[in-house]
């Protein structure tokens, strides 16, 4: 296990470039915010990178099978975490995720029948809702009002000082995340909001959701190991499937 490629970087990947504010001081160039500049250098290496090894992260955290369940919740406590490679010796054998804690949490605490969803799993087209992506016009006033206001923790970017110049803000909200994107057209109907269901499958369930009557668009890949398709409600509200590797 030399290096782990998270959401987060290919997002960083794909989103437009933003060089930090610099104050000049005779003829040097002194940044306004270390933050910034540090997140301009990462999307730098990330926009450059041309092997896996120049795009995966250099520090991250592993556990073992036999890591309890308290030190896994422990670790991605930190935002960074989102996922915990499980390393056997040398060898990787499993991966846990976010959505894999929510859920077994879900069934101890009996929100979740494990029988009911044993006999039922046949049936299980959509894995959950993974997020609500909210087209904005004033990134700024948008993140003060889901933030400062509502109380929401910012998930990405981390402590940044001005947020109206960032384009993909994710704030925490549990098992569901709220994306803020400035990059839509405010199209009534088309890209505000927009909720996103996981799957494990995309080809099987926009097969079988074509057969109950569902219209999809064509799947796409809209970054590397992702892939998404859209549809629309009967009231005309958009929503999209989306399988992630």
Not at 1 to 8: A, E, K, L, Y
Not at 179 to 197: A, N
Request: charged content about 25%; aromatic content about 4%.
């Amino acid at each position: 296990m030399v290096g782990i490629v998270t959401d987060h970087d290919l997002i960083l990947r794909n989103a437009p470039i933003h060089e930090p504010r610099y104050l000049s001081v005779l003829s040097a160039l002194i940044p306004v915010n270390i933050q910034e500049a540090r997140h301009y250098k990462d999307q730098v290496r990330h926009a450059v990178a041309v092997t896996a090894g120049e795009f995966t992260e250099p520090d991250f955290h592993t556990v073992t099978p036999d890591t309890t369940l308290e030190e896994v919740m422990e670790l991605m406590l930190d935002p960074n975490v989102t996922v915990l490679p499980v390393v056997e010796g040398e060898q990787v054998v499993g991966i846990v995720t976010r959505n894999d804690i929510v859920r077994l949490i879900e069934q101890l605490e009996g929100a979740l029948n494990p029988e009911e969803v044993e006999e039922d799993v046949e049936a299980q087209i959509l894995g959950g809702l993974t997020e609500i992506l909210l087209y904005v016009a004033d990134m700024g006033a948008m993140v003060t009002f889901y933030g400062e206001k509502l109380g929401l923790r910012v998930e990405e970017p981390l402590e940044a000082a001005d947020y109206s110049n960032i384009d993909w803000v994710v704030f925490d909200t549990g098992a569901c995340k709220l994306c803020l994107h400035s990059g839509g057209k405010r199209r009534l109907g088309e890209d505000t909001p927009m909720i996103v269901f996981g799957v494990i499958d995309i080809e099987d369930a926009r097969k079988i959701l074509a057969e109950r009557g569902v219209e999809l668009d064509e799947v796409k890949e809209v970054a590397p190991g992702m892939r998404v398709c859209h549809g629309h409600d009967p009231e005309g509200n958009p929503f999209s499937i989306e399988e992630r590797k």
